[in-house]
């Protein structure tokens, strides 16, 4: 029974691949004590919490500092943008704001060494503020408006990654399908060139950066295609450029024995782990799912079967699912030197923590079949990847049991860090509230245990009124969280397999749509070349915008 690891034989470059097998050894020896203490802090799962009250609209974005994670930068549809420093003996208010998103904000990043912070959101402009000066004392100070405006972008931005050394360079991606390599040295007002330009053929839905080789990033797209990229090889002259900077495509496309066809979910976003090994890809209608970085197949996928003492969902309970607005999942290992954690926000009001177990135990629980047996087995529910109708299929390892479930909320999870020092894991989502949870009460000026009673679905809203701040978003709350109570009740019960179809012939891929039917005829398609990206209309689009450089120039 042989592992599926072919690619297109073109996407092997011997360079990258080789830079990427350097960092991808395997995890250093661990401090055993170290991780035993704590483990033992995390096996109870965050039990502690305490509300952060500044927003009066949902809050989309959150981003900790750079390296020790000093301050946490809250963004969203109040079109505030909240610093709150975490170093304070007792964190009530923000200790610094900016102002100048016109829209929803959807993404926060700051920058390699916290010089810069990036916003970016739905009135399609990318905004750098100025966050060299954040140690000091802030609080008497007016909101701050952004150094630099970046508006090149003709669709919402869905991702900002900064470079992983220099904290000028960055890229962005955008709903109008487009990733912008910048340099925030140029001159400011000049528009991108197309040299800088990547433009594939559906939105830009995620995009981040290696965290130890600077050269490569990761994209996800609405097609719910995942690549890895070389920038030495997507940016720069047409001329010079191999196939968009694809070094790897990872596989998104779903099996089941119950369907005739495949389905390729939508992806919603990507996150490295810190060690860079493993990357972890939130999907619409279906669960996080983790890779590691130079094999296309998934290695687990993370769900909720179980509860977190291991014994199964009651009936009629709500888990862990992600059918309604947009989730962001990361990685986390707190005080230690590897990530052993995912994360992701969930439509049942409630955050899960996912503990990754060692990668040689993910490959070995993972299994590869032919065609051949997976057509002859029974696989009852079971879920299989593959690259199309008639491949092998990858099951990967299954992890139905959550380390934690973290509540606090009355409505959708959207976000979810875990703090790189501190025992700490920050939620927000469709409340304007954003919650701390702690494994110990002490954090953060004290914290105390976090109620288990959640609020069902439809079930009418009570605000906490002795909240600090909460009288100001009452109303507005009480309306948000209801639309979204008639959301979920409407699209909980999605069947990914309906939604999300895949047809394809070869290496030809078909962009599927959403649909209320099984027929072949509901959906559209839209052509790409071998390595999955960019068509004869994206190149001509990249010509054309290069002869438009060439006559600036002129």
Known sequence: MAHNLGTNPATRRPLLMSDLRNHAPGLKRPQFQRIRAVEALLDRGFPYSRKLNAHISCVNALAF???????????????????????????????????????????????????????????????????????????????????????????????????????????????????????????????????????????????????????????????????????????????????????????????????????????????????????????????????????????????????????????????????????????????????????????DFRAYVWALPPPARLAAQRTILSHAEWEAGAHVGVVAFAESPTAPRCVPAQLHTPRARLGGHASIVNTVLVHPRMLLAATAGVEAGIVLHGAVDSLLGGMAATSTQMRELGEEWVPDLGEEGAERWVDEQTETIELFDDLLQRERQADVFVLRRWRGDGDATADSSDSDSDSDSDSGSEGEDEEGESDSDAVEQNVEMEEADEQDAG
């Not at 998104?252 to 005739?260: G, H, W």
């Not at 669960?287 to 590691?292: L, S």
Request: net charge negative.
């Open 65 to 347: 500092s750079s390296l020790d994670g000093r301050f946490l930068a809250s963004g969203g549809d109040d079109l505030s943008i909240h610093l709150w420093d975490l170093h304070e003996e007792q964190v009530c208010t923000p200790c610094c704001s900016f102002r100048g998103p016109r829209r929803n904000i959807f993404v926060l990043s700051f920058s390699a060494n916290n010089r810069f912070l990036f916003s970016g959101g739905a009135d399609e402009i990318v905004l750098k503020f100025d966050a060299s000066q954040l140690e000091r004392p802030l609080t008497s100070q007016p909101a701050r408006s952004p150094r630099n405006i970046f508006p090149e972008h003709e669709g919402s931005i869905r991702g900002i990654a900064p470079h992983p050394v220099q904290d000028e360079i960055f890229i962005t991606g955008s709903e109008d399908g487009r990733l912008i390599l910048r340099d925030g040295r140029t001159v400011p007002g000049v528009r991108a060139r197309a040299q800088d330009t990547i433009q594939l053929t559906s939105e830009v839905t995620g995009v981040q950066f290696h965290p130890r080789m600077e050269h490569v990033f990761a994209t996800s797209d609405g097609n719910g295609r995942v690549c890895l990229r070389d920038m030495r090889m997507g940016f720069g002259p047409l001329a010079h450029r191999t196939q968009n900077g694809v070094v790897q495509i990872y596989n998104t496309k779903i099996s089941r024995r119950s369907a005739l066809h495949l389905s390729n979910p939508e992806t919603s976003s990507i996150s490295f782990n810190q060690q860079g090994t493993q990357l972890g890809v939130t999907m619409l209608n279906y669960f996080p799912t983790i890779y590691a970085l130079i094999d296309p197949d998934p290695v687990a996928v993370c769900s909720a079967a179980n509860l977190p003492d291991g014994t199964p969902i009651p009936p009629g309970q709500r888990t862990y699912a992600n059918a309604c607005t947009m989730k962001h999942g990361s990685f986390g290992g707190p005080g230690l030197d590897t990530d052993a954690l995912y994360v992701a926000g969930s439509d």
